[in-house]
T-cell receptor
Framework: ETGVTQTPRHLVMGMTNKKSLKCEQH?????MYWYKQSAKKPLELMFVYNFKEQTENNSVPSRFSPECPNSSHLFLHLHTLQPEDSALYLCASSQDTGYEQFFGPGTRLTVL | DQQVKQNSPSLSVQEGRISILNCDYTNSMFDYFLWYKKYPAEGPTFLIS?????DKNEDGRFTVFLNKSAKHLSLHIVPSQPGDSAVYFC????????????FGPGTSLSVIP
């Protein structure tokens, strides 16, 4: 596989469920990002990891918990989400934080 | 308050004609600007960028113009092709904080054959 992949592509969960989104990049990049795209809103940066260290947490509620075990993998753990958290969650990577970002296809999340 | 604005949610253009997508920003600290293109069910794809030291950058059919005094940039696509139909996001960042890219809401371009 090449580029940035995300699994699952679609996820429906209840408010009491625990689930995880996975992102993997095959580009040899060192920086990885989570973005949220809600309907009719701009892309919102959630988290930034550079060389596995979290460098940015954009005031994201604690029900979203990121994990970056290595430079190629990024997870977003979800717990007790709200219906308003339903959105497209996009992962991206870049060579370093000073370079253009490559995006994955996204996970379409629906919280019931 | 949105720091990056794309006031046209949608745009329709005839094939072969020029498409002009506009973007305005409010933060005068922004010094690096990008355009991303997004097809349905795919993530955004980087298209073209421009640094504030330039006022124009060209790559094939795509040209980005930057007017710093007006805090305005535009993406020109000429000639437009049906495959250009997508959502176009304008984005901006401060050079020292490339990881904090701020995206506009996007403009949906339809190129009619």
């Amino acid at each position: 596989e090449t580029g940035v992949t995300q699994t699952p592509r679609h996820l429906v969960m209840g408010m009491t469920n625990k689930k995880s989104l996975k992102c993997e990049q095959h580009l040899g990049h060192n920086a990885m990002y989570w973005y949220k795209q809600s309907a009719k809103k701009p892309l919102e940066l959630m988290f930034v990891y550079n060389f596995k260290e979290q460098t940015e947490n954009n005031s994201v509620p604690s029900r979203f918990s990121p994990e970056c075990p290595n430079s190629s993998h990024l997870f977003l753990h979800l717990h007790t989400l709200q219906p308003e958290d339903s959105a497209l969650y996009l992962c991206a990577s870049s060579q370093d934080t000073g370079y253009e970002q490559f995006f994955g296809p996204g996970t379409r999340l629906t919280v019931l | 308050d949105q720091q990056v604005k794309q006031n046209s949610p949608s745009l329709s253009v005839q094939e072969g004609r020029i498409s002009i997508l506009n973007c305005d920003y409010t933060n005068s600290m922004f010094d690096y600007f990008l355009w991303y293109k997004k097809y349905p069910a795919e993530g955004p794809t980087f298209l073209i960028s421009i640094s504030s030291i330039k006022d124009k950058n060209e790559d094939g059919r795509f040209t980005v113009f930057l007017n710093k005094s007006a805090k305005h940039l535009s993406l020109h696509i000429v000639p437009s092709q049906p495959g250009d139909s997508a959502v176009y996001f304008c984005a901006a960042s401060v050079e020292t904080s490339y990881d904090k890219v701020i995206f506009g809401p996007g403009t949906s371009l339809s190129v009619i054959p």
